[in-house]
């Protein structure tokens, strides 16, 4: 339900609908007691976040298991409207041979040059997005 000001709260299923169609997201990871926000190519698998990267803050967030924040947004400047999701859970890389496999061939392709041979899921514990519609008053 979209309140006076154009404000909706988001679904969780819709939430996972935007992020389906999504190719580029961040992720947010503490250095020390530092955030810090990296872009990524991404794609959602099963409902959880895979990204592939190199050696790197990412993968040692994602070493130590440490709970991330991925965040995805579209805006349209000009009618001031838009949406953002921002999904909360542990991040982890994936080396079980099975896994890899199947996720090898899910559509991410990183475009940052380099090898980028790690795999990186981040499974969702909270997921929430907020949506901004043009009010005219």
């Keep these: 339900m979209i309140g006076e000001d154009g404000l909706e709260l988001l679904s969780e299923a819709e939430c ?3 992020l389906g169609g999504a190719t ?12 810090a926000v990296f872009p990524v190519n991404f794609t959602l ?10 050696e790197g803050t ?4 994602a070493l130590a298991h440490a709970v991330v ?6 805006i349209d400047a000009m009618y001031h409207e838009g949406w953002s999701v921002m999904v909360v859970g542990p991040a982890e890389e994936v080396t ?3 896994e890899l496999e199947r996720l090898h061939s899910a559509p991410v392709v990183p475009w940052a040059g380099g090898h980028r041979d790690h795999v990186v ?6 997921t929430s997005g907020r949506r901004i519609t043009h009010v005219v008053r």
């Design 96 to 98: 079980d041979p099975t």
């Design 69 to 74: 924040a991925f965040e995805v947004d579209a």
């Design 24 to 35: 580029i997201g961040r992720v947010a990871v503490s250095i020390g007691a530092l955030p």
């Design 58 to 61: 990412k993968l040692a967030a």
């Design 16 to 18: 996972l609908r935007l």
């Design 121 to 126: 899921r981040i499974r969702p514990e909270l």
């Design 45 to 54: 698998v099963d409902g959880e976040i895979i990204f592939k990267t190199a």
